[in-house]
């Protein structure tokens, strides 16, 4: 803007108006053509009587205003010399154009600083309302920050830890020494590591108190984990249903295979000929008996062991194996079965062992459930595909197939208990799965599917490798 301001223009501005009071006094007359006295102008713009005064007789002096009168009483109104008239009015031009730029950035800055108190506002609102859900909560929160300071929890976790909010929140959550903070610590520990995983871990207290924790990876914008949500609730109540209603189904169990037993022998006795001779049509009629109860019988068997051989029921008993060798086994056990139906199994295992802990037992009678729908399901000359392989943290097992497959909208079932796909076909209890995905779940790890109806079905389960923290540190 200097630059278009002429010379002459710069040296009156050095010379005569070389004081803000100067120069809004001879605006203020320049503008609006008043005559009024030191006494008037210090109302109108708000300046001390002495320093207007001093003012308005150096302009009276440089011949830009008139005086009339002496004293403070004079009248001065505006009256330049005419040589002086028009660098005046280009000072006045340049004095109101910077004063119209500079309100208008006053009012944006105002609207501004209007827009940012008023999302202030909304965000204390939004974090009161947030904290109050958060207090009112039935489970536990608390946050953690990545040197292990608590920088929240409510009162419910409070209530699970056993001390007072106040006894907690900034100090480190190592210093707190209490059962669930030693667990939720070396949980949480693990978080904070690359690649920040998000974990589901239960624990069981000295006091038989059970907890659920879930911790969840907090990032910032660039992807930095800055923190770790923990959501606990005590699910003992929960355990000890599951425990109760275990044991009536053992006592029904048993009480159900006695009289079942007895039917079946009584069947086979007729087929075998034990009763004597009997007609085709009878001897047909105890075959499907027997085959009846034998379906019901196993119904109750993996029933049962769906209550019993999971957390919550049997103890895991994680031991260190090469899950290559362990899933070559199960694929072998089906070779003959593969070979009857005209299905092709092929078995691609990774050139390294691949190290997981785990119940050896469970698992592969979970990977066996896999393989074993794979074979049923499938059509006849299809194929069967199991993999392993090692990820930098996981290992990994697949088993494919080109059978009938699963309709999408039922994917997000198949793992619930005694569901059964629409088009499934032959006969089955619908635990199967669950069994899969609960054993899976218990060590840590996670079972996914895909699949194309008419296609096939890929099952997929990822587990821990052996070098991350064991599934049986992590259950205690």
Not at 165 to 193: C, D, M, W, Y
Not at 202 to 230: K, S, Y
Not at 439 to 456: D, F, I, L, N
Request: overall charge negative; aromatic content about 6%; charged content about 20%.
């Amino acid at each position: 803007m200097e630059a278009a301001v002429p010379a002459n223009l710069k040296a009156f501005l050095q010379e005569v108006l070389n004081t803000p009071t100067k120069q809004e006094l001879l605006v203020f007359f320049a503008t609006n053509q008043a005559m009024d006295t030191v006494k008037g102008l210090a109302v109108w713009l708000g300046r001390p009587e002495a320093e207007l005064w001093q003012a308005a007789e150096a302009l009276v002096q440089a011949g830009l205003l008139h005086r009339s009168g002496e004293g403070r009483d004079a009248v001065y109104s505006y009256r330049p010399h005419p040589e002086l008239r028009p660098l005046v009015d280009a000072f006045v031009a340049l004095y109101q154009s910077a004063r119209v730029q500079l309100l208008q950035e006053m009012e944006h800055i105002r609207r501004q600083a209007q827009s940012a108190q008023e999302q202030l506002r909304a965000l204390q609102w939004e974090q009161s309302r947030f904290r109050l859900v958060l207090a009112s909560m039935l489970d536990g929160v608390l946050v953690l920050l990545p040197d292990g300071t608590v920088s929240y929890l409510n009162d419910a976790a409070a209530q699970l830890i056993g001390r007072r909010p106040a006894e907690v929140i900034g100090r480190n959550l190592s210093e707190i020494e209490t059962p669930l903070t030693v667990a939720l610590h070396k949980s949480a520990a693990e978080v904070f590591q690359p690649p920040h995983p998000a974990l589901a871990r239960e624990w069981h207290l000295p006091d038989a108190t059970v907890v659920r924790g879930n911790l969840m990876p907090v990032f910032n914008e660039t992807h930095q984990c800055i923190g770790v949500v923990a959501v606990l609730s005590d699910i003992t109540a929960v355990r000890r249903r599951e425990r109760e209603q275990r044991e009536v189904l053992a006592v029904l169990a048993h009480d159900i295979k006695s009289p079942l037993t007895a039917i079946r022998g009584f069947a086979l006795s007729g087929v075998k000929g034990f009763l004597g001779e009997v007609p085709a049509n009878a001897q047909r009629a105890f075959q499907v008996i027997a085959e009846q109860a034998d379906r019901v019988l196993s119904m109750i068997q993996q029933m049962v062991r769906l209550m019993t051989d999971l957390p919550g029921g049997t103890t895991l008993r994680p031991v260190r194996f090469d899950l290559r060798e362990c899933v070559n086994s199960i694929a072998n056990a089906y070779e003959g079965e593969c070979a009857e139906r005209g299905l092709t199994l092929s078995v691609e295992l990774a050139s390294q062992p691949v190290w997981v802990h785990a119940d050896r037992d469970l698992m592969e009678r979970a990977i066996a459930n896999l393989l074993s729908n794979a074979v049923k399901y499938n059509r006849e000359g299809g194929a069967v595909w199991v993999r392993v392989w090692a990820t930098e943290h996981d290992a990994v097992v697949e088993v494919e197939d080109t059978g009938v497959g699963i309709p999408p909208a039922e994917l997000p079932l198949v793992f619930q208990q005694f569901y059964r796909a629409s088009n499934a076909l032959g006969e089955g209890s619908g635990v199967g799965l669950a069994f899969v995905r609960q054993v899976v779940e218990a060590h840590g790890g996670r079972v996914e599917v895909t699949s194309s109806v008419g296609q096939g079905s890929l099952f997929r389960v990822v587990l821990p490798l052996a070098t991350r923290p064991s599934v049986a540190a992590a259950l205690r």
